[in-house]
């Protein structure tokens, strides 16, 4: 049956990320679109998934029914909210199907349900979903690693569209704690979100995190390594969002045959067991 073609629910199908993979799984061999779901009260109800996503009727209707929406679906790909999220894994996991996560801004409480959800789906869930960010982040943990906190400071620098709800970023975030894990330290407890008014010295081994909105940027980020008298810069820009929408599809095929579980984009490109 892995022969054929994965049948994937879009969830979220009206925003822009939605419209982007319904256009990326009709071009994608392997993959199929089985279902697009929105939130009750949306225009895109009712309408042709492929009107909304503007490439032409594909024969697959919105609907705000996800639960309907999940049987007989082999997976299910989700940016949209945390609590949708939550309510996404929920039924992934009733339905025993993958559910890949992009979503950013889970609190704990979030991330709770999630596992739990994860005990009968099979979830990978990222604070980025392109394999460039998920190198980069794997750079950063090694950097961090090499550069000792006593001579090299670090600091997390993200810009995003002006339209994006969270912050720092969920990718910032994601390098922010690569760079912890290098270090040896637990970044709830070193992280630096916030500056304002006299704020004294820097603290020796804290992670600064810098965030700024504005205009249509999709995403830049950079983790600078700043040392007396140099700064080792590492970085991605991002131009275009199927790369995210790319690296989704990737992630919902790469876990269709695995045991039920939570799992990254490490996990997904092969890359968690690099030191």
Wanted: proline share 4%; aromatic share 4%.
């Amino acid at each position: 049956m892995m022969d054929s073609p994965m049948k994937l629910v879009v969830v979220g199908a009206a925003g822009r990320m939605g419209q982007t993979l319904i256009r990326l799984i009709n071009d994608t061999p392997g993959v199929v679109l089985h279902a697009a779901v929105e939130r009750a009260g949306s225009a895109a109800i009712g309408r042709d998934a492929g009107d909304v996503a503007l490439i032409g009727p594909l024969g697959v209707t919105v609907t705000d029914d996800p639960l309907q929406a999940f049987l007989h679906a082999d997976g299910v790909i989700d940016f949209t909210s945390p609590a949708s999220s939550v309510e996404f894994a929920a039924l992934a996991a009733q339905a025993r199907i993958v559910h890949v996560i992009g979503t950013t801004g889970c609190l704990p409480e979030h991330e709770d349900k999630i596992d739990a959800a994860a005990r009968h789906a099979r979830v990978v869930k990222s604070g980025n979903m392109s394999l460039g960010v998920n190198v980069l982040s794997v750079l950063v943990k090694q950097a961090a690693r090499a550069l000792e906190a006593s001579g090299w400071d670090i600091e997390v620098l993200e810009m995003h569209h002006k339209h994006k709800v969270d912050a720092p970023s969920g990718t910032a975030l994601l390098l922010g704690e690569a760079a912890a894990q290098g270090r040896g330290i637990d970044l709830a407890d070193h992280s630096v979100r916030v500056r304002d008014g006299h704020t004294g010295p820097r603290e020796e081994g804290s992670i600064g995190f810098a965030t700024l909105r504005g205009g249509s940027v999709i995403g830049e980020h950079s983790v600078l390594f700043a040392a007396e008298g140099e700064i080792v810069t590492l970085s991605h820009s991002a131009g275009d969002r199927s790369l995210f929408a790319r690296g989704a599809l990737k992630a919902a095929t790469w876990a269709r045959d695995k045991k039920p579980g939570r799992y990254t984009m490490l996990d997904v490109l092969g890359l968690n067991s690099t030191p």
